[in-house]
């Protein structure tokens, strides 16, 4: 809640006091606890105290150092994090979302086409499609190769429209997924896609 407060309604001045409060922790508890400010709401300075915090011998620490990573874009944070992604650590697709470049669409899209899409979710793959399909909001384009990807794998349906929104909006829907989705289970998709073909019709 406090690091929602932070991103939406706080001044870049108590935003700073706060990245401040965790610079000044010593003890790592303390410190995770400073850092889960920025569970939300991007770290405002140089991420290099988070980064190295990534690998505190405090599992909690370390959760909250990811968590801060994954709303930081950043060329360090960058580089950092595309040095581990062939070691499958599992916090690092998540910020490599966050630090995408349109040259890397090529590497991300085996990544996430190598997760497994179970009901289980045992590969995390719903939080990296709602990663993938939040890009636009940091006006970056998600790669339309997955937002097909999503549309074709995905269980949630909520998924599967945001997925399809976007591709209407870059034009990248034909009329044979339009139709298919006329027989999709949500409401939702199906008035999106009728409204779409009949605009088309016209």
Not at 170 to 184: K, S, V, Y
Request: proline share 5%; hydrophobic share 40%; net charge negative.
């Amino acid at each position: 809640a406090l690091s929602l407060w932070l991103q939406k309604k706080a001044d870049a001045a108590t935003v700073q006091e706060y990245a401040d409060a965790y610079l000044l922790q010593t003890d790592s508890e303390a410190r995770a606890e400073a850092l889960q400010a920025f569970s939300c709401c991007p770290y405002p300075g140089d991420p290099s105290p988070i980064l190295a915090d990534t690998a505190s011998s405090c599992e909690v620490l370390q959760d909250a150092a990811w968590k801060a990573l994954e709303h930081i874009r950043h060329p360090a944070v960058r580089d950092f994090v595309i040095a581990l992604l062939e070691d499958n650590a599992p916090q690092a697709l998540p910020v490599f979302i966050t630090n995408y470049l349109p040259q890397d669409e090529p590497r991300l899209h085996r990544l996430v086409s190598g997760l497994q899409v179970d009901r289980a979710c045992s590969t995390n793959w719903h939080g990296i499609h709602l990663d993938i399909l939040r890009m636009e909001d940091q006006g970056v384009k998600a790669p339309l190769s997955l937002l097909h990807l999503i549309y074709e794998t995905t269980y949630c349906s909520n998924c599967r429209e945001y997925a399809l929104r976007q591709m209407g909006r870059r034009h990248a829907l034909t009329d044979e997924m339009l139709r298919e989705c006329l027989l999709d289970s949500s409401n939702d998709i199906r008035a999106y896609a009728k409204r779409l073909l009949a605009r088309r019709q016209k």
